[in-house]
């Protein structure tokens, strides 16, 4: 007889706990077979779905297995303490609660089955709490129940409104931002950037990357010392300053470095939750694997919340504010943000510009001093 993949089947198992588990894999009327019989459908189910004793990890599991890992949650199992994580979905509509969601696929991942998803209403990026159970027979973690979705609990309906279906407000709050950088001033002084816009930083080039990687490490830390809500970042590894910088603030749940493109548009998904929940979101990109053009179009402010975008990009992108470089100059007849007129009131949006216009191109820290001496003027 083939070797199973655990000591649940086979001779000198106990025949109760093995139609326990022939249920939860999908053996048909285990308890009308005797031993023998049990131990051959056994062996040929596990065949057939593909079971082996390596498999630990809900990602090493075909999608007919999944179910099977479903079926087992009303089999033996240890129960373990409530967790969370955040929801991220397979094709077939189940998924997994990932505890860390950019890091290497860990075992300790839960796999959240499909019938919970449908009844909650759970989507990508939810931040979800339940019970986990580990199925005896094969160590995989399986959520055995649901008890909040989002910091809502769910034992009361679910009231919130869908991000497409949020309606946009003009934006009239200013984005608080910190940090001793050049482009944190211009953002913050120059531009009056308001909450729910986007802002692309063009003009990137390899030739300047790493001056870019610092000052969108410098921007993330200041957002997260003084942002009112939750910093999103999505980042390539750079130099050892970047590192620093970016290691000092950094939260991996937030935070994809060297992530994928799927990883990018999960991280987008949970920036629309949080928009959901009533939580102002704002995201720092400085990754050129990344297509910006999603969280560009997806920046807008809410009548209680708000999702805010900050972009380096090597390109010119449609913005609310742009702030454009050509190579360690800024175009000045090119920097501005429309919306500062909202922000900040129509006087100050006009002399702000009375004053850009008569400042050439220029580096950063050059703007910066001519623009507090002929504003003070």
Known sequence: MAKTKTDVSGKGSNIIAEREYAKSIGVKSPTVLNKEQLDEAVR???LEIGITQKKHSVYEFSPEERIALAHGLKGRMRLLKMVSGYFRSFP???????????CELPESDV???????SEYGIKNGDRVI?????????KARVLKNVRYVNEEPTTRPSVRVPFEELSADRVSERVALRGNHALVS????????????SLAVTGVSRESAAYFENAAAEIFKGLCMAFDGTVFGIFENGGSDFKKLLMSVINPETTAVNGTKDDHAFLLEMMKRTVERGENAVVVICSESCDIKPFMEAAKAYSSASLTVIAF???????????????MNVVTSELGNVSSVYVCGAERHKKVYRALSRIPE???????ELFTEYVNE
């Open 130 to 138: 339940g019970n986990v159970g580990v199925l005896y027979y094969n």
């Open 186 to 197: 211009i953002i913050d002084n120059i531009l009056s950037f308001g909450m729910g816009e």
């Open 362 to 368: 220029c580096t950063p820290d050059e703007l910066t």
């Open 92 to 102: 077939e509509g189940d998924g997994v609660l990932r505890r860390d969601p950019f």
């Open 44 to 46: 040929r189910r596990e």
């Open 111 to 117: 796999y959240v089955p499909a019938d919970f998803v």
């Open 313 to 327: 990009t090597s390109v010119s992108v449609a913005a609310d504010a742009v702030i454009p470089f050509n190579g």
